[in-house]
């Protein structure tokens, strides 16, 4: 962990930590924030070994850090972790931001409202009295129902592989809105105006098993998964004639935005950053 302690100390200093962390695009969208808002600061990635979080984010606060982004695998340990939490932080059981404030560990989760500002202002998208279907019960799905339901669709059904935890987590959240779960199967003869697939099935280049004919006449899909290649998923939404499909790339800059706002209190400009990754990832591929 010796580079923790190398910071350049002019600068404000940011980090994310996971594993594995060396394709995170963290470090590009936060430097492209940082220009386009004139805010001097430094934000690298870190690789943190399974066992070592709780040590890793100590060492970055005693070198002075500022914030931290945290993604897989340690975003309910972080949840642990912190003294203080954002009521959607709470809810969600999971955090992929701490701000460092005197000794106060502030943590907050800014997935749901990144793939909601995503959904609704970069691709005007109306989510109220609209029915969704949210795939996939971890840690993901769980992140973004609280700022989905804040835009009252009229239902959301979580479908997933194992069933119960479909069913749990809709029941956990139904005191603040209409939601159930179901399997798969049980989705026959159903129809969604936005299906969000927040799985790891695209990781895994696989997808999860839809009945045919869910998609109402203006559908959109969403994969929370963002690649230079339509994910099966999306595909999939492509041959049952979604009108419009999006990936996660959205989503991921959206949630930065707000980690970088809790962090500067400035709002960055998301669609430009959006544009120039997909254009370098449209290079790489
Ligand atoms: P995350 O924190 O990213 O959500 P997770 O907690 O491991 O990760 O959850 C992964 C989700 O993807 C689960 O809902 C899982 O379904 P199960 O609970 O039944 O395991 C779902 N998932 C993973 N691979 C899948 C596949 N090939 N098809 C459908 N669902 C899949």
Known sequence: MSDIFDFDRRKDQYAVMGNPIAHSKSPRIHSLFAEQTGQSLEYTAIQVDPGGFQQAVGNFDAAGGKGLNITVPFKQEAWHLVSDRSERAERAGAINTIKFDGNTLYGDNT??????NDLCDNNQ??????????MGAGGAARGVI???????PAAITIANRTVDKAKELAQSFSDIGNLSGSSYAALNGKEFDLIINATAASL?????????????????????????????FM????DHGAVKILDGLGMLVGQAAESFYLWRGVRPETQSVIATLRSEMLVKK
């Open 111 to 116: 997935d749901g409202v990144g793939l909601v």
């Open 125 to 134: 998208l109306e989510l109220k009295d609209k029915t969704i279907l949210l």
């Open 146 to 152: 609280a700022p989905l339901l804040v835009k009252q």
């Open 204 to 232: 895994q280049g696989d997808l999860p098993p839809l009945p045919e004919n869910i998609l109402t006449a203006n559908a959109c899909c969403y994969d929370m998964m963002y690649a230079a290649a339509a994910t099966p």
């Open 235 to 238: 595909q999939w939404a492509a």
